[in-house]
């Protein structure tokens, strides 16, 4: 069975004045953001099998929203997550097999990175996921250790 998975930078932030920044929450405009793409999308998600988060706050935050369309849905908070490098490549490819359609919510830089990586966009012209992005791939690799950048392709990103 194809490999489905969809990446979300979480929604917009309050500023760390004095927190740690693992616990900054969402501020009321991202939540009203993420809140109505989570209302678009609920069509267009319908096998959801678990969402992977970033421990951070506003990771889980917005992954609660969310998923407010698909109440049977689980969190599995992962610390590999809450990273700003480029490994989310080889989180997808170590999913465990029982899934076939997952979410990830994490943070900028990985989540631009990773978009730019799949969809092969030069260095000197990159997308760049705004706050609240939400990106849907398809892969035609029946096993999630073979995804790759030449066997995956977007279905439909918001990105504004």
């Known amino acids: 069975m194809p490999k489905r998975f969809i990446l979300i ?10 927190k740690n920044d693992k616990e900054r929450n969402l501020t009321e405009k991202g939540t009203w953001k993420m809140n109505i793409y989570a209302d678009l999308l609920k069509n267009k998600i319908d096998k959801l099998d678990v969402v992977f988060s970033s421990p951070a706050n506003r990771a889980i935050q917005t992954a609660n929203i969310f998923l407010k369309h698909y109440p049977d849905k689980t969190i599995i908070t992962q610390d590999e997550l809450y990273t700003f490098d480029s490994n989310y490549l080889t989180f997808i490819q170590n999913i465990d097999e029982k899934f076939n359609e997952v979410a990830l919510v994490g943070h900028n830089y990985s989540i631009s990175y990773t978009l730019n990586l799949l969809l092969q966009i030069p260095r000197e012209k990159p997308i760049h996921a705004k706050t609240s992005c939400i990106a849907c791939f398809q892969s035609s690799a029946s096993q999630w250790q073979l995804v790759t950048p030449k066997n995956t392709f977007l279905e439909w990103i918001l990105n504004g």
């Open 9 to 18: 930078r979480h929604a917009k932030t309050e500023e760390g004045l004095g």
